[in-house]
């Protein structure tokens, strides 16, 4: 077929407009290519130098000539007493990370996952339900964060401590987020509250597509709701469910804005974000900084990598 293409239009003109495709193709994608390279790669490299280099404010405006210390942020990181465990009166922010995003997004796959079941059934206003279901998702963090803070105020004027007092709950207003442990537990409950939406809505499309005969014949063995849910709608929903929970919890890992807008990561409410952002714009070493981020970022490949061989497999099995 070339051959032919090439007696009939000639072999230097067919080279010439296979070029000239090249050269606009190339012309198209550069300004993408570029910003990605300015805006993701390049930052990616540089944040990998910075974490091998001592980099303070005496040396921000030379940070090219700053002192190789090689794995010495990454100790000071893994020493810190704000990282390690310490005990089960201060967990670190390394445990710490780990109990928040594991109960944060398991909780939050289980009010999806009901949220789902009950928007899956056939009742009046389930457009207007599915819309209001959404509104802790669509929402903007900076608004619904301080919502929860004019809730759970510290003063008599906050709302639950209004409601409490005037019940007879407390005699004295309580600091919910100044409370060590619950403010974490209302972190958890925060981030479950928001973000069950998501998981709401791909398991809400996946239980459409389930095949209603299933239940036929389960009804006509006489199985009960029950045995149904158990033995037909969790077989079903078991691939998008664990693939919902390893994107949530890397999400989840990743967070920053829910903690700092709510607790500014004080009370036992530190992760590794916050950490982050302690040693980087509060203590001005960027070194220890970037030398956390990327242990944040190991951490998350771990997560992510998990999560591509789970969804390869759930194609495969497909």
Do not use: C
């Not at 002192?67 to 942020?73: A, C, I, L």
């Not at 995003?101 to 206003?125: E, Y």
């Not at 714009?281 to 900084?289: A, K, M, S, V």
């Amino acid at each position: 077929m070339a051959e032919l293409i090439n007696k009939r239009i000639g072999k230097p003109h067919f080279q010439s407009l296979r070029a000239r495709e090249t050269r606009l193709a190339w012309s198209l994608i550069s300004p993408t290519a570029l910003i990605v390279f300015g805006l993701v790669v390049f930052p990616a490299i540089f944040s990998i130098w910075i974490s091998f280099h001592d980099i303070r404010l005496h040396n921000l405006n030379d940070v090219f000539h700053a002192p190789f210390v090689g794995w010495e942020n990454y100790s000071k990181v893994l020493q810190d007493f704000a990282f390690k465990f310490q005990g089960w009166q201060s967990w670190g922010a390394a445990v710490t990370s780990i109990v928040y995003s594991f109960t944060a997004t398991l909780l939050t796959l289980i009010v999806g996952l009901i949220a789902a079941l009950i928007l899956n059934q056939p009742f009046k206003g389930r457009g207007l339900a599915r819309a209001i279901f959404l509104i802790p998702y669509v929402a903007p963090i900076v608004s619904v964060a301080f919502v929860w803070r004019w809730i759970l105020d510290p003063r008599a004027s906050g709302v639950l401590n209004d409601v409490l007092i005037q019940i007879g709950a407390i005699d004295l207003p309580k600091a919910y987020l100044a409370t060590r442990g619950l403010a974490l537990l209302l972190i958890i409950i925060f981030e479950a509250w928001r973000y069950f939406p998501f998981a709401m809505l791909m398991i809400l499309a996946r239980l459409q597509a389930v095949d209603n005969t299933l239940y036929e014949a389960a009804d006509v063995d006489g199985a009960n709701t029950w045995s149904k849910f158990w033995y037909i709608t969790l077989p079903e929903l078991q691939y998008v469910l664990g693939a919902i929970f390893l994107l949530r919890l890397m999400w989840t890992f990743n967070k920053f804005d829910d903690i700092f807008l709510l607790t500014g990561g004080g009370f036992g409410t530190k992760v590794l974000p916050v950490l982050t952002y302690e040693f980087s714009f509060r203590l001005f070493d960027f070194g220890r900084g970037a030398a956390a981020a990327m242990i944040l970022l190991a951490i998350l490949i771990i997560f992510m990598l998990i999560y591509v061989s789970t969804v390869m497999k759930n194609v495969e099995e497909a």
